[in-house]
């Protein structure tokens, strides 16, 4: 029998279980090899990702969001049983949609971690910060996913940042000019 799916804290969990809904603004999707290398990669793919989207994260934003990944990215590379898991990063202006996806259909166990425990950790952290979090079955296996609120964005922040970055875009190079000696 199937395990009871997880309660995540808010109460359209299953609403927002649908990666890239349609009312996200920006969206993407990595798959990385299920190796201890993506643990260290992902966490930092999804904050540059967002910050080159033009979002403001101010310092603890981003360290929840880095831990959130790393927790459910080690995971998948752990329990995930698939040469590859697939990172989901979707975002609207207030909240952040993170998931991986992993080929196991075994569900994950949340527990409430005791201070001496040294496993069961994980998802007991991604439930201390996501604003939500859950579990998406998927034909050949499960998303883990949460969600985190973002900082108010400053006004036209976004906008601001993607106009700096096509004037940056657009300016001129140095042209470098090599000087050859003709003996
Ligand atoms: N993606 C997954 N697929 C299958 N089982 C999972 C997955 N993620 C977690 N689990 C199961 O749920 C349990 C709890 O996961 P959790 O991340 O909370 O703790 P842990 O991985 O055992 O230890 P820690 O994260 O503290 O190193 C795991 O021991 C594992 O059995
Ligand atoms: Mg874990």
């Known amino acids: 029998m199937p395990a009871a799916p997880l309660p995540g804290r808010a109460s359209d969990d299953q609403v927002r279980a649908a990666p890239?809904?349609?009312?996200?603004?920006?969206?993407?999707?990595?798959?990385?090899?299920?190796?201890?290398?993506?643990?260290?990669?992902?966490?930092?793919?999804?904050?540059?990702?967002?910050?080159?989207?033009?979002?403001?994260?101010?310092?603890?934003?981003?360290q929840n969001l880095r831990q959130i990944v790393s927790e459910i990215t080690t995971n998948a590379v752990l329990y995930g049983e698939g040469q590859l898991?697939?990172?989901?990063?979707?975002?609207?202006?207030?909240?952040?949609?993170?998931?991986?996806?992993?080929?196991?259909?075994?569900?994950?166990?949340?527990?409430?971690?005791?201070?001496?425990?040294?496993?069961?950790?994980?998802?007991?952290?991604?439930?201390?910060?996501?604003?939500?979090?859950g579990i998406h079955n998927t034909p050949h296996g499960k998303g883990v996913w949460a969600t985190v609120g973002l900082p108010p964005q400053p006004r036209d922040y976004h906008r601001r940042e993607l106009l700096m970055r096509l004037v940056r875009a657009s300016r001129p190079r140095p042209q470098i000019h090599v000087h050859q000696t003709v003996a």
């Open 85 to 133: 898991v697939a990172l989901t990063l979707a975002a609207r202006h207030e909240e952040v949609f993170l998931e991986t996806m992993d080929s196991s259909t075994v569900q994950p166990v949340s527990r409430d971690a005791a201070d001496e425990d040294e496993n069961g950790r994980g998802l007991f952290i991604v439930r201390t910060l996501a604003l939500a979090w």
């Open 20 to 62: 890239l809904d349609g009312s996200d603004t920006h969206g993407t999707r990595w798959l990385l090899p299920a190796e201890a290398s993506s643990v260290r990669v992902a966490p930092e793919l999804a904050v540059a990702q967002l910050r080159c989207w033009g979002f403001y994260l101010d310092g603890a934003t981003a």
